[in-house]
Nanobody, 114 residues
Framework: QVQLVESGGGLVQAGGSLRLSCAAS????????MGWYRQAPGKQRDMVAT??????NYINSVKGRFTISRDNAKNTVYLEMNNLKPEDTAVYYC?????????WGKGTLVTVSS
C-alpha cells in the first residue's frame, strides 16, 4: 500500500505563488505515472499536471504558470504554482500509479483570493 502526503497548500492572494509537495512512502525511481489533480466544490476531479521520467503535461489553463517536477531521491513530486488565480482554488491531490493500483493523497487545499 502506498501512502501519499501532500503539503504546501494554503491561502494566497491572486498573483501569488505556492509550492505543493507530495511525499510518497515508496520509491518513485521507476514510477512514471505521477501527477497532480484538483477538485473544486461541486466539480469533478481534473488533471492539472503529470510527469513521467522524461516529459510533463499540463492542462491549458495552467500552462506557463505551473511547473511539475520530481525528486526521485526524496520520493517527492512537486507542483510550483505561480501567478495564481481565483479559479485555481481547489483541493489538490497527488496521484501515483503504482503498478496496477491508483493511489491518491488526502489532498491539500489551495485558496486564492481576489
Amino acid at each position: 500500500q502506498v501512502q501519499l502526503v501532500e503539503s504546501g497548500g494554503g491561502l494566497v492572494q491572486a498573483g501569488g505563488s505556492l509550492r505543493l509537495s507530495c511525499a510518497a512512502s515508496v520509491s518513485i525511481f521507476r514510477i512514471n505515472a505521477m501527477g497532480w489533480y484538483r477538485q473544486a466544490p461541486g466539480k469533478q476531479r481534473d488533471m492539472v499536471a503529470t510527469i513521467t521520467s522524461g516529459s510533463t503535461n499540463y492542462i491549458n489553463s495552467v500552462k506557463g504558470r505551473f511547473t511539475i517536477s520530481r525528486d526521485n531521491a526524496k520520493n517527492t513530486v512537486y507542483l510550483e504554482m505561480n501567478n495564481l488565480k481565483p479559479e485555481d482554488t481547489a483541493v489538490y491531490y497527488c496521484y501515483l500509479r503504482y503498478y496496477a493500483e491508483d493511489c491518491w493523497g488526502k489532498g491539500t487545499l489551495v485558496t486564492v483570493s481576489s
